[in-house]
């Protein structure tokens, strides 16, 4: 079936670097885009950019350039979301979500990952 | 950016009734608006997509509604599994914005 599934949760220390994957499986993975949506504990959704599965291109949405990097394996159809010098406020769980491609504006969010948790803490 | 305000930010209601969340969008989005639900725990779910479609596989009691900047989600019989928190989200044009959240609680 159509599934995005995620790495699991992770513990670092401020500072460090964390890498999140998103495996995607049951459908052609450069059909869709990627988004990747951050959830702080206890807030909202904050929508924080996509990458384009087919050119590779990311946008990022305000508040997520410089230490957040989107990019791609199409080899095993699985997206990836890095982020450095990680610091206390980045504590979240972090969504991966497709949503189709070829659609102008775009469209909905049909399928999300189960979400990962990354708790930064000294 | 689009800023999308839902009201109320919390609700309280009973097993059977009729609920009502609004949307509002800061300008104009035409009907690219969705809806979430998010139970604790686990990821979002899409239960509408352009504004009043229902996704496959989710219940007739959900119903949306509205264009342009006023949108609403209503719950035409509430059921047990339907406590809990949903959102929407405009796709209009980047970048894609959330509302708060409205959190669905049983009375």
């Known amino acids: 079936q159509v599934q995005l599934v995620q790495s699991g949760s992770e513990l670092k220390k401020p500072g460090a670097s964390v890498k999140v994957s998103c495996k995607a499986s049951g459908y052609t993975f450069t059909s869709y885009a990627m988004n990747w949506v951050r959830q702080a504990p206890g807030q909202g959704l904050e929508w924080m950019g996509w990458?384009?599965?087919?050119?590779?291109?990311?946008t990022y949405a305000q508040g997520f350039t410089g230490r957040f990097v989107f990019s791609l394996d199409t080899s095993v159809s699985t997206a990836y979301l890095q982020i450095s010098s990680l610091k206390a406020e980045d504590t979240a769980v972090y969504y991966c979500?497709?949503?189709?491609?070829?659609?102008?504006?775009?469209?909905?969010?049909?399928?999300w990952g189960q979400g990962t948790m990354v708790t930064v803490s000294s | 950016a689009i800023r999308m305000t839902q009201s109320p930010s919390s609700l309280s209601a009973s097993t059977g009734d009729r609920v009502t969340i609004t949307c509002r969008a800061s300008q104009g989005i035409s009907s690219y608006l969705a809806w979430y639900q998010q139970k604790p725990g686990k990821a979002p779910k899409l239960l509408i997509y352009?504004?009043?479609t229902l996704q496959s596989g989710v219940p007739s009691r959900f119903s949306g509604s509205g264009s342009g900047t006023d949108f609403t989600l209503t719950i035409s019989c509430l059921q047990s599994e339907d406590f809990a928190t949903y959102y929407c989200q405009q796709y209009y044009s980047y970048p894609r914005t959330f509302g708060q959240g409205t959190r669905l609680e049983i009375k």
């Open positions: 990458i384009n599965t087919n050119t590779g291109n990311p």
């Open positions: 979500a497709r949503d189709v491609l070829a659609v102008v504006p775009g469209d909905a969010f049909d399928i």
């Open positions: 352009a504004a009043s």
